[in-house]
């Protein structure tokens, strides 16, 4: 059973950038995708983006194109979250996840249901 730890929230101002990591321990994660995804209060989670370890392709929500990069390094079993030009809508609790099938599952269209290890969350807070 895989671990998900995510750090890096926190309160910034519109316009600004975090940073989110995902540690995972318990198992090797170069077969599997993973994703971010976030909840905001009222709303059901949503994606937002993904990659494949083994291969680095990513799939990216709309919403943050061209704002967010996601990152890994294998090294550490660590995926990284690069969030620049943060909007007030972007508030939400933002989670990791694991998807529950190796090599091609959660893909090309990342799902919740196709996601079945995640971590705590971390809260994230962008103010006008």
């Known amino acids: 059973q895989v671990q998900l730890v995510e750090s890096g929230g926190g309160l910034v101002q519109a316009g600004g950038s975090l940073r989110l990591s995902c540690a995972a321990s318990?198992?090797?994660?170069?077969?599997?995708?993973m994703g971010w995804f976030r909840q905001a209060p009222g709303l059901e989670r949503e994606f937002v983006v993904a990659?494949?370890?083994?291969?680095?392709?990513?799939n990216y929500a709309d919403s943050v194109k061209g704002r967010f990069t996601i990152s890994r390094d294998n090294a550490k079993n660590t995926m990284y979250l690069q969030m620049n030009s943060l909007k007030p809508e972007d508030t939400a609790i933002y989670y990791c996840?694991?998807?529950?099938?190796?090599?091609?599952?959660?893909?090309?269209?990342?799902?919740?249901?196709?996601?079945?290890?995640w971590g705590q969350g971390t809260q994230v807070t962008v103010s006008s």
């Open positions: 318990g198992r090797t994660l170069s077969s599997y995708v």
């Open positions: 990659i494949k370890w083994w291969i680095g392709s990513t």
């Open positions: 996840a694991v998807s529950r099938i190796p090599y091609g599952g959660a893909w090309p269209r990342p799902d919740v249901s196709d996601f079945g290890s």
